[in-house]
């Protein structure tokens, strides 16, 4: 592989949003009249749409209400998303591990950019991924590999020169759809064997042990 870049997501797999997900889900669901949903609920549909992750926590009376359900959801995140999602403490690490390789960082994320940045500008670490496409700079989420699609005509590499790094079955879907190799990462709530309905580079418990796979394999 002639890596010149890996792109990240985001949720759970350079950050833990569980406190900002369950918070946010849980308002929209209120404001829809449905019940509230536990955390491991919550933890399974973090990197769907919006619309998507109603659908699925709600079943279908949430059909003809996820404008109602996506509304609030934002509402509330503008309030607390960004103090309530913590990067993982291994990230600036492995950021420093892949600086010296030269190699850059990009993010594909459902998570709104701006909220990314402001999360990432929180730790210190504004400039340490670029460019960042979130779920308001594509029609499409995940699994359609827009945002990935999106990350290569800005960067214009080929496709089999990046990598991307997920802690969902989206994100593996994504990758596969656009053609880019695919690490996932244990860190959210899929489980390994969730994964091998896809095609891997491998799986890591955690982004930490992905500069140790990147110099095995002959990337780094």
Not at 122 to 144: C, M, N, Y
């Amino acid at each position: 592989m002639g890596l010149k870049l890996v792109i990240f997501d985001f949720d759970y797999t350079l950050a833990d949003s569980t406190r900002g997900a369950v918070e946010c889900i849980n308002f929209g669901l209120r404001a829809c009249g449905y019940a509230e949903r536990d955390e491991r609920a919550i933890r399974r549909v973090v990197g769907y749409s919006l619309e998507e992750t109603v659908r699925r926590l709600a079943g279908e009376q949430a059909n003809g209400r996820t404008d109602e359900f996506r509304r609030a959801f934002v509402q509330r995140a503008d309030q607390v998303m960004v103090q309530f999602t913590e990067l993982f403490p291994t990230v600036g690490a492995v950021c420093s591990c892949l600086d010296e390789a030269g190699l850059p960082r990009a993010i594909v994320s459902t998570k709104h950019a701006y909220r990314i940045e402001a999360i990432l500008a929180r730790h210190g670490l504004a400039e340490q991924f670029s460019p960042i496409v979130g779920g308001g700079d594509v029609e499409r989420h995940k699994p359609h590999p827009d945002g990935l699609l999106t990350v290569i005509r800005r960067t214009k590499l080929d496709r089999q020169d990046v990598l991307y790094v997920g802690d969902h079955v989206v994100d593996a879907e994504a990758a596969q759809r656009a053609g880019i190799p695919f690490v996932g990462v244990l860190s959210g709530a899929t489980t390994e064997e969730e994964f091998s309905a896809y095609p891997l580079q491998t799986v890591l418990d955690d982004i930490s042990g992905l500069p140790e796979f990147l110099v095995s394999n002959g990337s780094l």
